[in-house]
Each structure stands twice: as C-alpha cells, then as structure tokens.
T-cell receptor, first 114, second 113 residues
Framework: DTGVSQNPRHKITKRGQNVTFRCDPI?????LYWYRQTLGQGPEFLTY????????KSRLLSDRFSAERPKGSFSTLEIQRTEQGDSAMYLC????????????FGQGTRLTVV | DQQVKQNSPSLSVQEGRISILNCDYT??????FLWYKKYPAEGPTFLIS?????DKNEDGRFTVFLNKSAKHLSLHIVPSQPGDSAVYFC????????????FGKGTLLTVNP
C-alpha cells in the first residue's frame, strides 16, 4: 500500500473561484479526517468520516466548505468562493481505529489563493 | 485559545547528544498524547504516544515523559542523528472525541553533524 494519497499537491487559484481536493486513504481504513495547517501553526481539525458518514465538523468549516466520502472510499473537500484566508495546507489522514491509534497523514494539498 | 503549547519554535543540538522537546497542555480532559515528525513537503508521521495512565513510554531512541500534575510532556531523542532534523508536533486527544487531535505549533529540531 502506498499510503494516503492527496491530489493535487499544489493549487493556485484566484479569489472567488471554487476548488476541489481529493484524498485516497489507505484501503482498509474506515476512518478519514481532514485537517488544515496554516503557516506557523499546527494542523487543525476540520472534519471526520467513518465509512461514508460525516460524523463531525469543526466550526472552522464554514458553509463554503463541503466534504464528501461517497461509498466510504476516497474523499473530496470542496471550497466555494475561495478567500485569501483559505490559503493553507490541507491534510488528509486515515486510520483503522480511533485517531489516537496510528493515523497516517497524506502529503497534503497546498492551496494558494491570489 | 492554544490548548497545546510548544513554546520553543526551534532547537539545535549536536549529533550524538540528547534532544529534549517540550510540550504543555491546558485541557485536563486530554488523556492521550502523541508526537508527530514532519519533514518539508511531507505530511506528519506518527512517532510515539503515551496514555495518561503512564508516565513514560520508550521506543528505541525515543522516549516520551508525561507529568500530569504539571500538564507537561517531553520527547527525548538519544542519541540525536542528522536525519532527526524535522518539525516535531505534540498532539493531544481526549477519549470522548476519538476523531480529533489538538496540535501544538511545532518545534523545528536541527541536528548538526
């Protein structure tokens, strides 16, 4: 298994455009998480899926953000009407058990909104 | 409100010596603590963890110490190697929310040959 895969690795977009990121977790992992990391900060929790069900969403996830995990496999994170404050590294992670067991992170998608 | 604090943005040590990275937390509901290592352009990689029922956990060159009364934990790396140079994140979790890690801001460790 090649681990958690995220695409694209980098995305530059103009303010107001919509962007979508994809995460492919480790195949047998039923739990999937999205985190966001801004410059000089640690990763911050955005949302959590168990199989296809989105069970938790952070207050950081405004209504411009939507995440899906159809069929409990890959996940997408969409940001509508991007703002400069959305510029960050978006990290996906997956685990077989609770996140305080060994969760594996992807390499992230770096979003720059200009 | 920073619930997990890593007050040293950077640390530089000589190869072969001990590296000590510190982390403080404020939320007494946290009962599980983890350390992640992150190289540039890569995602965080799990390193070692400790449950609040323990005060020490060791894995090879890495040892984590937990002082619950002080709400403090530390990661010791002995001996330090140049390949250990990375950003180290302390993270905490409470069993009631088995999906969320709260991270500190990280400490950049540089191990000089």
């Amino acid at each position: 298994d090649t681990g958690v895969s995220q695409n694209p690795r980098h995305k530059i977009t103009k303010r107001g455009q919509n962007v979508t990121f994809r995460c492919d977790p480790i195949s047998e992992h039923n739990r999937l998480y999205w985190y966001r990391q801004t410059l000089g900060q640690g990763p911050e929790f955005l949302t959590y899926f168990q199989n296809e069900a989105q069970l938790e969403k952070s207050r950081l996830l405004s209504d411009r953000f939507s995440a899906e995990r159809p069929k409990g496999s890959f996940s997408t994170l969409e940001i509508q009407r991007t703002e400069q404050g959305d510029s960050a590294m978006y990290l996906c992670a997956s685990s077989l058990g609770p996140i305080n067991t060994e969760a594996f992170f992807g390499q992230g998608t770096r979003l720059t909104v200009v | 409100d920073q619930q997990v604090k890593q007050n040293s943005p950077s640390l530089s040590v000589q190869e072969g010596r001990i590296s000590i990275l510190n982390c403080d937390y404020t939320n007494s509901m946290f009962d599980y603590f983890l350390w992640y290592k992150k190289y540039p352009a890569e995602g965080p990689t799990f390193l070692i963890s400790i449950s609040s029922i323990k005060d020490k956990n060791e894995d090879g060159r890495f040892t984590v110490f937990l002082n619950k009364s002080a709400k403090h934990l530390s990661l010791h790396i002995v001996p330090s190697q140049p390949g250990d140079s990375a950003v180290y994140f302390c993270a905490a979790n409470s069993g009631g929310s088995n999906y969320k890690l709260t991270f500190g801001k990280g400490t950049l460790l540089t191990v000089n040959p």
